[in-house]
């Protein structure tokens, strides 16, 4: 076994030699959408197209957290979002069962990128740790115009590089190999967006 990996490496080293610097790969790709495209428009499409429920405004809240009695919500979410009658549970670290326990959560985002209608999670401010959007079956994320970005090379540098990610595309789902659809497999069934 070694000796076909120490085979390999050499191969490696002998085609390496005298190679020089490798070329720089060009970066001529889209970086942005042209002026005139609504990229808020284009993200409620693209959410509506992944099954994800788009609500306006701040008073939507209660109606996106419809039948949910207990919603778990970062600790830092700005009070102004707390609408409805439902009890907000401030994540403290909850463990896993509690969080199962809950019906909802509530937290905001770091972007949103319009052309694939993708919203962005990195832990930052109102958007709490990685597990309590992925553990409860249903999550209701704040989105603010200013956070909405026409392509994905606008929303990287919006986010914190160092911290967990959470890539969100409508409601998680899967096929498995007969494309039969299952939801709810990587993360909440039910996605809802209330854009400010």
Same mark, same amino acid.
């Given at each position: 076994?070694?000796?076909?990996?120490?085979?390999?490496?050499?191969?490696?080293?002998?085609?390496?030699?005298?190679?020089?610097?490798?070329?720089?790969?060009?970066?001529?790709?889209?970086?942005?959408?042209?002026?005139?495209?609504?990229?808020?428009?284009?993200?409620?499409?693209?959410?509506?197209?992944?099954?994800?429920?788009?609500?306006?405004?701040?008073?939507?809240?209660?109606?996106?957290?419809?039948?949910?009695?207990?919603?778990?919500?970062?600790?830092? !979410?700005?009070?102004?979002?707390?609408?409805?009658?439902?009890?907000?549970?401030?994540?403290?670290?909850?463990?896993?069962?509690?969080?199962?326990?809950?019906?909802?959560?509530?937290?905001?985002?770091?972007?949103?990128?319009?052309?694939?209608?993708?919203?962005?999670?990195?832990?930052?401010?109102?958007?709490?740790?990685?597990?309590?959007?992925?553990?409860?079956?249903?999550?209701?994320?704040?989105?603010?115009?200013?956070?909405?970005?026409?392509?994905?090379?606008?929303?990287?540098?919006? !986010?914190?590089?160092?911290?967990?990610?959470?890539?969100?595309?409508?409601?998680?789902?899967?096929?498995?190999?007969?494309?039969?659809?299952?939801?709810?497999?990587?993360?909440?069934?039910?996605?809802?967006?209330? !854009?400010?």
């Amino acid at each position: 076994m070694s000796g076909a990996r120490e085979e390999i490496l050499a191969r490696m080293r002998r085609a390496l030699e005298g190679a020089g610097e490798a070329p720089v790969p060009p970066r001529e790709y889209r970086r942005a959408l042209d002026a005139g495209v609504d990229i808020t428009a284009m993200l409620i499409d693209r959410l509506v197209d992944y099954k994800a429920n788009v609500h306006h405004g701040l008073a939507s809240i209660p109606a996106a957290l419809a039948g949910a009695k207990r919603v778990v919500v970062p600790a830092d !979410l700005p009070s102004e979002w707390r609408l409805g009658g439902a009890e907000f549970v401030a994540d403290e670290g909850l463990s896993t069962a509690e969080l199962d326990g809950m019906d909802a959560v509530l937290t905001g985002c770091a972007a949103a990128v319009a052309v694939s209608g993708t919203i962005m999670l990195d832990t930052g401010a109102a958007q709490g740790r990685r597990a309590i959007t992925l553990v409860p079956d249903h999550h209701v994320v704040v989105v603010r115009a200013e956070q909405i970005v026409g392509h994905l090379a606008q929303a990287l540098p919006m !986010l914190d590089r160092t911290a967990p990610q959470t890539w969100i595309s409508g409601p998680s789902a899967t096929s498995d190999i007969e494309l039969q659809r299952v939801e709810g497999v990587h993360g909440p069934r039910r996605l809802e967006v209330v !854009l400010l």
